[in-house]
Nanobody, 113 residues
Framework: QVQLVESGGGLVQAGASLRLTCAAS????????MAWFRQAPGKEREFVAS????????FYADSVKGRFTISRDNNNAAAYLQMNSLKPEDTAVYSC??????WGQGTHVTVSS
């Protein structure tokens, strides 16, 4: 099992950048695919980005492609989401996921116009 803790959220203006961190505990981080999801107020949770075990393969939702970058550091058991050119519609609770099974508590991102 793995425990996930997200950090790095906050309130920013449109056009700004944020970097989210997902810190993992447990021995198996380097064997888990990692992903970020988000849930905006009143909406369903949606996929944002994922990264393979080695980091060689990444996938993005169309809504964030070209603005967000997912990465991972297996030595430090962490995954990251670099978010650039933020838009008000990016406002949501962002949660990381390990192996499509384990979830963190989430971190709030609010983008003002």
């Amino acid at each position: 099992q793995v425990q996930l803790v997200e950090s790095g959220g906050g309130l920013v203006q449109a056009g700004a950048s944020l970097r989210l961190t997902c810190a993992a505990s447990g021995r198996s981080f380097s064997s888990y695919a990692m992903a970020w999801f988000r849930q905006a107020p009143g909406k369903e949770r949606e996929f944002v980005a994922s990264i393979s075990v080695s980091g060689a393969n990444t996938f993005y939702a169309d809504s964030v492609k070209g603005r967000f970058t997912i990465s991972r550091d297996n030595n430090n058991a962490a995954a990251y989401l670099q978010m650039n050119s933020l838009k008000p519609e990016d406002t949501a609770v962002y949660s990381c996921n390990a192996q499509w099974k384990y979830w963190g508590q989430g971190t709030h991102v609010t983008v003002s116009s």
